[in-house]
């Protein structure tokens, strides 16, 4: 058998989530099924990583197990699965691992994006949080910087996970405006079910001046997800970027 990593990218609106549920449309069923329909045989994908309902990805990586030799050298494959795939799916590259390589616990950094559109705009909508209010970022941008100084973040984990550890290395957090759009970049480790949604939302709120800086950096220190704020909705969301170890790339 051999072992690849798809690399994609998918507007969330339409699925449940990348992971396959029962009686709900998922992304990874739809790419096992394009993958199984070429192959001819069945397609049982990993992904990096779970997305919620309405979390759009515009870099997503998973690996699939196959008998077929160099796919990643053939180059009417990643077109022929975009014929299979619906528009709001897209394939852009296939490339040949070790057969140890894993593409959820083998990531060694992920990140997201969180747009909030500050006005309403019907072309970033089901793309941003549609949010007019009044911000001060300033404060917000201090509050994000408390990030760097923590590494236990259960207060913005998703009750009920199953998470074996709460500890995560942050190693982006910055807010940036793009027009009328503000956007949050973070990077880290790993993420938390829900924990960054969790953490746009309690950043919101030390924008609307409802908590200090100083009182988010003592919201992470308690450990209490009761004590964030609400977490932001899906549609602004985005995973951008995911990276592995040159170890789990074939030399040639």
């Known amino acids: ?39 001819k045989h069945e397609v049982k994908t990993i992904g990096a990583g779970r997305t919620d309902t309405g979390v759009h990805a515009k870099s997503y990586v998973a690996h699939f197990d196959s008998v077929a030799d160099n796919l990643d ?18 394939i852009h590259e296939i490339r040949r691992v070790r057969p140890t390589a894993n593409a959820r616990y083998d990531a060694i950094l992920r990140g997201y994006e969180y747009a909030i559109c500050r006005k ?23 509050a994000a910087l408390q990030l760097f100084n923590h590494t236990d ?14 500890i995560c290395t942050v190693y ?6 793009q027009d009328h759009l503000l956007v949050f970049n973070i ?12 953490i746009v939302g309690t950043l919101v709120d030390v924008g609307r001046g409802k908590i200090s800086p100083e009182a988010f950096s003592q919201i992470i220190e308690q450990r209490d997800r ?5 977490s932001a909705p899906a549609e602004g969301l985005f995973l951008t970027r995911i990276e592995y170890p040159e170890r789990c790339f074939r030399s040639s």
């Not at 051999?2 to 992304?27: C, D, E, K, M």
Request: aromatic share 12%.
């Open 1 to 39: 058998m051999n072992r690849y990593f798809i690399y994609l990218s998918y507007r969330g609106t339409r699925y449940h989530g990348w992971q396959i549920q029962n009686n709900a449309i998922s992304v990874q069923g739809l790419i096992n099924r394009a993958l199984g329909v070429l192959l």
């Open 73 to 90: 050298k053939n180059i009417n494959f990643v077109h022929s699965l975009n014929h299979i795939l619906p528009q709001d799916v897209v």
């Open 120 to 142: 309403k705009d019907p072309f970033h909508l089901g793309l941003s949080w549609q949010y007019d209010a009044k911000l001060n970022i300033e404060n917000m941008q201090l």
């Open 153 to 166: 973040f259960t207060s913005f984990s998703k009750t009920g996970s199953d998470n074996k550890t709460s």
């Open 172 to 177: 982006r957090a910055e807010w940036h405006q």
């Open 187 to 198: 990077e880290a480790n790993r993420f938390l079910r829900n924990m960054v949604r969790a």
């Open 226 to 230: 009761k004590l964030a704020g609400t």
